[in-house]
């Protein structure tokens, strides 16, 4: 049975339901701030809620991505640099027009994703360089 009380802005149901997917579903769907009154979710769904918090509160990384671009002049490396600088995180871009290469440095930014922004905003094939590693091992 489901009652919905608009005036208070209350659904109660009643009845056998998985209720911690049923206040997932709920909360998605709706987009806005949902509250579970009864019964309360168990535990573990506190657990999982305080390392997420943990996991936001330690220090972000500097990441260096290095991407190799097709540019053939300066208006491409501009709009290249353009559409980096709006990527949120990204704080040091150094463009090579010479060597096709941008270089982007950030707090906490996805290789991939500083990739498929570039490809979307400047419609340019970008590909990740992988860092290069030492040829002499340490003896």
């Known amino acids: 049975k489901i009652d919905i009380d608009m ?21 998605k769907k709706s987009g806005k701030r949902t509250e579970l ?11 999982k809620k305080e390392e997420k918090k943990e996991e936001k509160k330690k220090e972000p990384q500097d990441v260096t991505v290095v991407l190799k671009i097709k ?13 980096l600088q709006k990527i949120d995180g990204v704080y040091d871009i150094k463009v090579d027009l ?28 970008a ?6 590693k030492d040829i002499n091992p340490e003896k």
């Open 7 to 27: 005036k208070n802005q209350k659904v109660t149901i009643k009845g056998k339901v998985d209720v911690k997917k049923l206040y997932e579903t709920i909360k």
């Open 127 to 132: 590909e990740i360089v992988p860092p290069k």
């Open 37 to 47: 009154i009864s019964p309360q979710l168990k535990k573990d769904d506190d657990k």
């Open 71 to 83: 540019m053939h002049c300066g208006a491409c490396a501009k709009e290249v640099k353009k559409a």
């Open 98 to 125: 010479a060597g096709e290469k941008v270089t982007v440095k950030g707090k906490d930014i996805n290789p991939e994703k500083i990739r498929d922004k570039v490809t979307q905003k400047t419609g340019k094939h």
